[in-house]
């Protein structure tokens, strides 16, 4: 029986006609999307949360091609290889990338539900520049037979487009490996396409397991979130799934402090935890999303820190080879001596406390 997800994925939005159902391209755009083969589209769900008329409206950045793309200044070809160590000696299957010891991620699948104009692993979903081979099977054989990991963290393309059947097989097998102590999904769709959390999928990660599930998802924008995101998650939570967001610090988009702050508010309002800000990655042709590295720690100092709750506080980082590194503000400690540290705050008012040796 077809459900909504489903409705929603046929009708998906990748033709410039269907396109103009939602907004009112501008010239540029409509010859852009006439010449470019690259992958784009979205939900109806999601277009219709785009600004008719304002091709500068945060959603419609993220959803509809832009010639920029083609520009690549600053960006690394070959992105993804560097980036999810493909190129080292240890042999993995295509769909195992492994940054550190414990932990790694398991691609399985390329597929998405809105193709993100500043996606990283763009390479991958939407050039299809990379040749690989996301066998489900073969990786969950090699985790098996790496009982240092303790944490999968299943991602893609995105996983919770997969069949309920073909879930519910990952999940059970994972769990069935005495190592696996959590499995993590990274997904855009309570996003991108809320109609996915079903019955069916909360009954998959309902019953009581010592394996729990986290569920990281990704937000840029206050208007990405409706009442169907709230009631979503409070599906997902309902089952004992917890969810995250981890935003991409995007320029024009969130890199203000009013709509930075707004953001992690909002998320809070829907019972998402403000979890990762990543600095947009050096993946090829996305230049015109890219700020300063310095301005995902000047936001959380300007919007966040003081100014609203701890639990909107993201960890602020960049993504690398060697793991993530973070930027957070560091501003706090203004002077140490020998017997004390002054320290100031987010108004710059000083105090100072007694240093241990
Ligand atoms: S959903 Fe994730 S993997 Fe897919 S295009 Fe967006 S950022 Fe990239």
């Known amino acids: 029986m077809s459900t909504e997800w489903q409705h929603q994925l046929r009708e998906f939005v990748n033709t410039i006609d269907k396109l103009k159902q939602y907004v009112n391209l501008t010239l540029e755009e409509e ?41 690549n200044r600053y960006g690394m070809s070959n992105y993804l290889v560097w980036k999810e160590n493909r190129a080292t000696a240890e042999q993995r299957p295509d769909c ?7 932990r790694i991620a398991f691609t399985v699948t390329q597929s998405c539900a809105n193709y993100c104009r500043h996606c990283f692993r763009k390479e991958l979903v939407i050039d299809g520049n990379l040749d690989l081979d996301f066998d489900v099977n073969e990786g969950l054989d090699w985790i098996a037979d790496h009982p240092e990991v303790r944490d999968v963290l299943v991602t893609g393309g995105d996983p919770f487009l997969l069949s309920d059947e073909k879930l ?18 990274g997904t855009r769709l309570p996003i991108v396409l809320p109609h996915r959390i079903t019955p069916g999928l909360k009954k998959i990660f309902s019953p009581y397991h010592h394996v729990p599930i986290w569920v990281n998802t990704q937000c840029n924008h206050p ?33 203000d402090v009013d709509t930075f702050r707004a953001l992690h508010q909002k998320l809070l309002t ?26 995902g720690a000047e936001l959380i100092r300007d919007a966040l820190r003081g100014h609203t709750t701890g639990l909107a506080q ?6 690398t080879n060697i793991g993530k590194i973070p930027l957070m503000p560091d501003y706090y400690i203004i002077k140490m001596t020998e017997r004390e540290y002054t320290l100031k705050n987010h108004k710059g008012q000083t105090t100072k406390i ?4």
């Not at 999307?33 to 277009?47: D, K, R, V």
């Open 31 to 71: 010859n852009f999307l006439g010449t470019t083969e690259t992958i784009w589209g979205t939900t109806p769900y999601f277009a219709a949360l785009m600004d008719p008329d304002d091709p500068t409206c945060p959603i419609r950045r993220q959803v509809i091609p832009s010639i920029k793309e083609q520009q």
């Open 96 to 102: 195992i990338a492994r940054q550190y010891y414990d």
């Open 168 to 185: 519910e097989y990952l999940i059970r097998k994972l769990r069935e490996l005495a190592h696996i102590e959590m499995i993590r999904f």
């Open 223 to 255: 208007r990405e979130i409706t009442d169907m995101t709230a009631k979503a998650i409070f599906e997902l939570l309902s089952c004992g799934v917890n969810v995250g967001n981890q935003a991409v610090l995007l320029k024009g988009i969130n890199d």
């Open 270 to 295: 829907v019972r998402i935890r403000p979890y990762y800000v990543f600095y947009c990655e050096p993946a090829p042709g996305i230049d015109h999303f890219r700020t300063p590295l310095e301005k």
């Open 314 to 319: 993201p960890m602020y980082v960049l993504a």
């Open 354 to 357: 007694t240093k241990i040796p």
